[in-house]
């Protein structure tokens, strides 16, 4: 029967590529001053001087350009979350990764083979813009049609930008952990309080697309009076599963399918709570809890439903992917240890096994093309680049171990990965922070118990815990893997992929305008890590080291 599937699918796709539109979006990025939620008035970034973003909506087989004119005074990128960009890893828009920032005042168009169905969301990549409001959603549509569909899109929004932020976690004087912030909700890019109905008729079965777009928080989602089958995870297609509600970390997306009633005697509530598992918890600060209408006739009495006594969560190793794809076989083996430490610097900072992330001096992705043979050696990267080189079409398991108190969501660019099992880890001085999640540690090894394992982009790695994932290196390109909270990125828990090598010298080229945009910026467009030749690298930082700073 799968098989027959594939071959639907394949004509399908043949189907969508005859009648492929190009989609034009055109996006002015514009600093903006913006009170979002009636709690204060900050700069942020937006599209075209106006929130919300709207949401890009394309076919299975269009061409989507982004015209995108920076008009800030700092460059810009964009990365479009979930988008594999297989054979045109440039595009990925991960800023001194895969290309220089567009300088001030300079334009470009960003171009997607749409070949991949799904929800996806476009967000800035350099310097943390996504932190301050330049993200929307994206969202392809495919064969699969449903008697409606609904989008929510969901972010945390502070007080604070983005290096504001970061300066009160790791700036001089200040203490770790810093004082707690308790951001508000924004659904569909307006304030929570102020949600819009959706309606519903008897009877007809409709698509909801959830998008959490936060760089912090999660977000619960659910009905009252009626349940969710999880279709959808990360643009992935699962075996539906019936569920009560889901939990959705920072970038992860679901799409979700919910039967109206037979009557429409009663309106219901949708209930959005924002949350944080290592905040205090604060009476109406953390977590916040949203309220909207489920409209089944107009003057309709609401109905008080009360939770079920067994509320059923959507969880990653109990979903299956429709495609049917067995777990992969495994030829090389990564372990990864997700942690903070004390730096000699004064800083706490993030690390994976023991490194945090700095830029290099030039993209890491045009180093690959230009070293040569050398692109194998991995210290010519940066020593903080963390940087390690994949052999292409190995089968990769990674193993996330997460020893510390707080949960990481970890994207993995350029790939979708399956997610087989998960066990605990021993915990580690937790810097600070209220150790909430001990009762991981007590957990046993579990093991994906549907048909096969579900593939996503983005898994959270619980507190105490480890999580093993599998992909094939099946996409030359330089691609990073990070924490999808702003700040944790920021404090460096990130590392970099550099998948065959070799095959990208034969096969990729930079577009010259992306070369051109790092010459104004004085950025070196071939070398090492450095900037310089073979061995030389000259010019990096010296990384800052482990421990407690001197007394």
Not at 138 to 167: A, N
Not at 516 to 536: H, M, S, T, W, Y
Request: aromatic residues 10%.
């Amino acid at each position: 029967m799968r098989p027959l599937v594939a071959a639907l699918a394949s004509a399908l796709l043949f189907a969508c590529s005859v009648w492929a539109a190009h989609v034009n979006v055109y996006w002015n990025v514009t600093y903006i001053e913006t009170d979002r939620t009636g709690d204060s008035l900050r700069r942020s970034i937006t599209v075209n001087g106006a929130y919300p973003i709207p949401p890009i909506h394309v076919s299975l087989g269009d061409t989507l350009y982004i015209h995108l004119h920076n008009m800030l005074d700092v460059p810009t990128s964009i990365h479009g979350h979930g988008l594999l960009m297989n054979g045109t890893s440039y595009m990925d828009g991960a800023g001194m990764v895969t290309q220089c920032g567009i300088p001030p005042g300079e334009a470009f168009t960003y171009k997607y083979d749409i070949v991949q169905r799904g929800t996806f969301w476009i967000h800035g990549h350099y310097d943390h813009q996504n932190s301050d409001g330049l993200r929307a959603p994206l969202i392809v549509h495919d064969e699969r049609k449903y008697d409606g569909e609904f989008l929510f899109f969901l972010e945390d929004w502070y007080r604070q930008s983005y290096h504001e932020r970061l300066r009160l976690t790791t700036g001089p004087g200040t203490v770790f952990p810093p004082p707690a912030s308790f951001p508000h909700a924004l659904i569909n890019g307006f304030d929570g309080n102020k949600t819009k109905p959706i309606r519903f008729e008897k009877g007809k079965t409709y698509r909801i697309r959830l998008i959490n777009m936060a760089i912090t928080e999660w977000f619960k989602f659910s009905i009252a009076g009626h349940k969710l089958r999880v279709i959808e995870v990360d643009s992935e297609y699962s075996d539906p599963l019936e569920v009560d509600g889901v939990d959705i970390g920072p970038a992860q997306r679901y799409s979700v399918l919910v039967t109206a009633h037979d009557d429409d005697e009663f309106n219901f509530s949708y209930n959005v709570t924002l949350y944080a598992s290592f905040v205090p918890v604060v009476q109406g600060m953390n977590p916040r809890y949203y309220k909207g209408l489920v409209e089944y006739k107009k003057d309709a009495p609401l109905k008080e439903v009360p939770e079920p006594k067994s509320f059923v969560w959507a969880e990653d190793l109990n979903l299956s992917s429709y495609s049917g794809q067995e777990p992969l076989p495994v030829t090389r083996q990564i372990d990864l240890s997700l942690n903070g430490s004390p730096f000699t610097n004064g800083k706490v900072l993030d690390v994976i096994n023991n490194i945090t992330y700095s830029e290099p001096k030039m993209p890491t992705l045009y180093s690959a093309l230009s070293l040569g043979k050398l692109a194998f050696n991995e210290s010519l990267y940066g020593p903080q680049t963390h940087a390690v080189v994949l052999n292409h079409m190995e089968y990769v398991e990674l193993v996330l171990r997460n020893p510390n108190s707080l949960p990481h969501p970890i994207h993995l660019h350029g790939h979708v990965f399956q997610i087989v099992s998960s066990g605990p880890e021993e915990l580690t001085p937790s810097l600070g922070f209220s150790e909430t999640s001990n009762q991981n540690t007590k957990e046993p090894v579990k093991t994906y118990t549907g048909r096969v394992p579900i593939s996503r982009d983005t898994i959270v790695v619980p507190s105490g815990r480890y999580v093993k994932i599998r992909f094939r290196a099946d996409n030359p390109g330089a691609w990073l893997l990070h924490c999808h909270m702003d700040i944790h990125m920021g404090m460096g828990m990130v590392m970099t992929f550099i998948e065959a090598p070799d095959v990208l010298q034969k096969t990729l080229r930079i577009p010259p305008q992306m070369a051109d945009f790092c010459r104004k910026l004085n950025i070196p467009v071939e070398g090492n890590g450095a900037g310089k030749q073979a061995f030389d690298l000259s010019g990096l930082p010296e990384p800052p080291k482990m421990g407690l700073p001197p007394s």
